[in-house]
T-cell receptor
Framework: DADVTQTPRNRITKTGKRIMLECSQT?????MYWYRQDPGLGLRLIYY???????NKGEISDGYSVSRQAQAKFSLSLESAIPNQTALYFCATSDRGQGRSYEQYFGPGTRLTVT | AQTVTQSQPEMSVQEAETVTLSCTYD???????LFWYKQPPSRQMILVIRQEAYKQQNATENRFSVNFQKAAKSFSLKISDSQLGDTAMYFCAFMGNNAGNMLTFGGGTRLMVKP
């Protein structure tokens, strides 16, 4: 089974709808991240969380909100979706500490289309 | 803020040949980490290779190696003996010596390996 899972994998929604993207991990990591990928721009950080009670805005948080329901779960919400939020969304996790623990582990991505 | 630049949006290489992907970055930090991620058509983000800035020796992972030039803030990826399975988007990423293990990505290079 995958260590980092995302649901749904693909979603088409209409402008103005509320949508939630979910991420779960079995790696036991404290840190979780949400990124969006756009052509030519790479991945950009939306929100990140160091633990259940520590949530921080990233580079492009406007229009998004998050919830860290448990150590293993981190959800991203679009309260009122708009077409320029059409993108590929990734969840990632990492452990704190030194050495190889700096690596981030990515989920499979969610392709979101807002019409 | 750090920036990462990949100046080659697309590249192609013949199977079994060698190709080099370029990456430059801007930072005022002295200790940091650099990464190359591969994204095949499956969308999965796969870590290819990492480099710690305090290490002078260039990292190597099988057919993949880097040329890390700290003074020039350059971090190129060399793929030797290219294989069809190397066809993918490649992202260069920077992680500063901060508390969050957050990544800053370049815009990506699309590599096509031709038979």
């Amino acid at each position: 089974d995958a260590d980092v899972t995302q649901t749904p994998r693909n979603r088409i929604t209409k402008t103005g709808k509320r949508i939630m993207l979910e991420c779960s991990q079995t790696k036991g990591h404290d840190r979780m991240y949400w990124y969006r990928q756009d052509p030519g721009l790479g991945l950009r950080l939306i929100y990140y969380s160091f633990d259940v009670k520590d949530i921080n805005k990233g580079e492009i948080s406007d229009g998004y909100s998050v919830s860290r329901q448990a150590q293993a779960k981190f959800s991203l919400s679009l309260e009122s979706a708009i077409p320029n939020q059409t993108a590929l969304y990734f969840c990632a996790t990492s452990d704190r500490g030194q050495g190889r623990s700096y690596e981030q582990y990515f989920g499979p991505g969610t392709r979101l289309t807002v019409t | 803020a750090q920036t990462v630049t990949q100046s080659q949006p697309e590249m192609s290489v013949q199977e079994a040949e060698t190709v080099t992907l370029s990456c430059t970055y801007d930072t005022s930090e002295n200790n940091y980490y650099l990464f190359w991620y591969k994204q095949p058509p499956s969308r999965q983000m796969i870590l290819v290779i990492r480099q710690e800035a305090y290490k002078q020796q260039n990292a190597t992972e099988n057919r993949f190696s880097v040329n890390f030039q700290k003074a020039a803030k350059s971090f190129s990826l060399k793929i030797s003996d290219s294989q069809l399975g190397d066809t993918a988007m490649y992202f260069c990423a920077f992680m500063g010596n901060n508390a969050g293990n957050m990544l800053t990505f370049g815009g990506g290079t699309r590599l096509m390996v031709k038979p």
